[in-house]
Every structure is written in C-alpha cells, then in structure tokens.
C-alpha cells in the first residue's frame, strides 16, 4: 500500500517569506511517479509537478522549487519570496502501478500581506 | 482548449436519495478518475474508467458506481445517499497513454450535500 504523509497542517507567513511543506512517502515499488497539487479556494486542483522514481535532479520553476530524496523518502516543495495568491491548500501524492493517486492530507499556506 | 469539466456544481440531496454526478474530460483524454474529498478524511480514490471499462475501484460501498460513455464522458452515481457521503467529488482526466506517469488534471469538482 502506497502511503503520503504531509506532517504540516497549516502554515501561515507574511508576504515574501520562503515556505517549504513537507512530503514523507512510503512505497515498495520501484517505479512510481510523485505530484504536487494546488487547491485554491475555488476546489479545482491545479497540476504543479511530477517527478519519477528515476530522477532525483532538483527543478526550479519560476518561485517554485522541489527537493527529491530517495534516500529519506521525501519531495519537499519550496515557495520562494511567497505571495498572497499563492494561499492555498498543497497535496503531495504518489502514482504507482495501479495508477490511482494518493494524496497526502494536505497544508494549508496562508500568506499575509 | 476547454478543460475538465463536471455538473452541477452544487447537489442537494436528501438522506435515501440518488445522486447522479457529471464529468467530461479534456479533450483526447480516455481515461477517468473520480475522487471524493470529505471533510477530515482528505482526498480518496474511488473509481478508475478507461475506454468505457472500470478498471479500478476504491475502498467505497457498492452503492457508489459510475459509468464511461463512449465519448469517454462519465457519470458518478450514489445511491441510497447517507449523511457522510456529503463532500466534493473530483473528476480527474488522462490521456490513456502510460497511465501511471500521466498527469492527472482535474475539474473544478460538484459539491454534494445530503441532508
């Protein structure tokens, strides 16, 4: 069983702080594919990333940036120089071969003018 | 390019009722997944259709079923509705190809309350 744990439940900053959210993961599989989701007030859950078990690189988009490590089972997101609309609610969640997601808890950021 | 999208945005039902949830996928797109987001039990999966087939299924009751037409749309069916089925259902989209890889997008969701 696939298992995403966001420790993180709420973070609250203030305009232009960084914020990182968590991601712990727990597979047996080799393979598997790992997601990062935006949820706005609106509900829609917006794509922001994914990663494969085979590719540890680091990306960096625009304010957005990930860390993957295999070795602690993580895949932490940063939001740099954070804005007000980036307040939202962030899934991390993991894709093996039965191809369903599942989805940590969730952190909710709420950042401050 | 129009996105995914689901109907009614909001349903109101009673306790015993049916609800009947709607979902039309990005354009090219086979296959569907349906999720429901209820209130302290966060996301959870409950059905995969791929070229008009289930192909996996959630830990829900039998009385959640849905279907895929051949248009590759789908239709989310609750029956004998219960109090703890109020929640957002989210449909999410792929294009069929290397499933497990394939970013999922999702519509906007139908908020369902049963009273």
């Known amino acids: 069983a696939q298992k995403v744990t966001q420790a993180q439940t709420e973070i609250s900053v203030v305009e232009k702080e960084d914020v990182t959210l968590d991601c712990v993961y727990e597979t047996r599989d080799t393979t598997y594919y790992l997601f990062w989701y935006k949820q706005p007030p609106s509900g829609e859950l917006v794509f922001l990333i994914r990663r494969n078990s085979f590719d540890e690189q680091n990306e960096i988009s625009g304010r957005y940036s990930w860390n993957f490590q295999k070795s602690t089972s993580s895949f932490n997101f940063t939001i740099t120089a954070s804005q007000v609309v980036d307040s939202a609610v962030y899934f991390c969640a993991l894709s093996v071969r039965d191809y369903k997601l599942s989805f940590g808890a969730g952190t909710t950021v709420t950042v401050r003018a | 390019e129009a996105g995914v999208t689901q109907s009614p945005t909001h349903l109101i039902k009673t306790r015993g009722q049916q609800a009947t949830l709607r979902c039309s996928p990005i354009s090219g797109h086979t296959s569907v997944y349906w999720y429901q987001q209820a209130l302290g039990l966060g996301l959870q999966f409950l059905l995969w259709?791929?070229?008009?087939?289930?192909?996996n299924r959630g830990n829900f009751p039998p009385r959640f079923s849905g279907r895929q037409f051949p248009n590759y749309s789908s239709e989310l069916n609750v029956n004998a509705l219960e109090l703890e089925d109020s929640a957002l259902y989210l449909c999410?989209?792929?294009?069929?190809?290397?499933?497990?890889?394939?970013?999922?997008?999702f519509g906007a969701g139908t908020r369902l309350s049963v009273l």
């Open positions: 999410a989209s792929t294009s069929g190809l290397a499933l497990a890889k394939n970013i999922q997008y």
């Open positions: 259709y791929d070229e008009g087939e289930e192909r």
